[in-house]
């Protein structure tokens, strides 16, 4: 198993901006700077999972995503990547890859059981469905130990092997790991099998932001994995 991302970078949070952390990009990005991160990836919720998760915020006024293009970084050095939360959906295979009904490029592949319709025992043959038609998109699989969605479901081995087939990395969640949302067996078998790991806050908030991944590399270190 190998961390991509033992370094200052950081590639899973949320912004008020398009989802549900408490502050906004710009804010976000002077305090990555602070923590000196050099990249960071700002990966808000799919459409769906803010229709369903957060109904007060999706009828809430969102900045239109395509003055994104219009946005850059004028406070520090900090390199900052925006990326999209997709969404599994439902028994039709389909896909949540929109934010603003904008497609987003690069993804981070997650399931959340408030947004998917399905039964739950679907789920690792969504996901490898899901891999094989969108693995060159996918930059990670996210959380995929998370007991409060469907880590309980989740046939991690199975799911190791096709990460591991197209050189997908998978997510070590340091919220998760926090708000004891972790399923620790299934954590221990992806970090030992998983060809590469990305440990990432996941955080919404900067409190979240500045302390979670330190936990999760303690946990790491405690673990003999690094
Ligand atoms: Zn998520
Ligand atoms: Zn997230």
């Not at 006024?61 to 439902?90: A, C, H, M, Q």
């Not at 904008?102 to 039964?119: G, P, R, T």
């Not at 969504?126 to 060159?136: M, Q, S, V």
Request: hydrophobic fraction near 45%.
């Amino acid at each position: 198993m190998q961390i991509l991302n033992l370094d200052w970078k950081d590639y899973h949070m949320h912004s008020t901006n398009f989802s549900d952390w408490t502050s906004s990009i710009d804010e976000m990005v002077k305090f990555a700077w602070w923590l000196w991160f050099s990249e960071i990836a700002i990966t808000d919720h799919s459409d769906i999972a803010m229709e369903k998760a957060f109904p007060i915020l999706w009828n809430k006024w969102f900045p239109p995503r395509v003055n994104l293009s219009r946005w850059k970084n004028v406070f520090n050095d900090v390199n900052v990547i925006f990326w999209v939360e997709w969404d599994l959906v439902n028994e039709c295979w389909d896909i949540c890859s929109t934010i603003q009904w904008i497609e987003q490029d690069f993804i981070i592949l997650s399931a959340h059981i408030w947004v998917y319709e399905w039964n739950s025992e679907s789920i690792t043959n969504w996901y490898i469905n899901a891999i094989e038609r969108f693995h060159k998109k996918i930059k990670f699989i996210g959380h995929p130990c998370n007991s409060r969605c469907f880590s309980k479901y989740v046939d991690i081995k199975k799911l190791i092997e096709v990460c591991n087939t197209y050189n997908i990395p998978m997510e070590f969640d340091a919220t998760d790991l926090i708000r004891n949302n972790t399923d620790i067996e299934k954590l221990h078998s992806m970090l030992k099998w998983a060809k590469y790991v990305y440990v990432n806050s996941d955080a919404h908030s900067l409190y979240e932001f500045k302390h979670n991944r330190e936990i999760a590399f303690k946990f790491l270190k405690d673990n003999n994995y690094l």
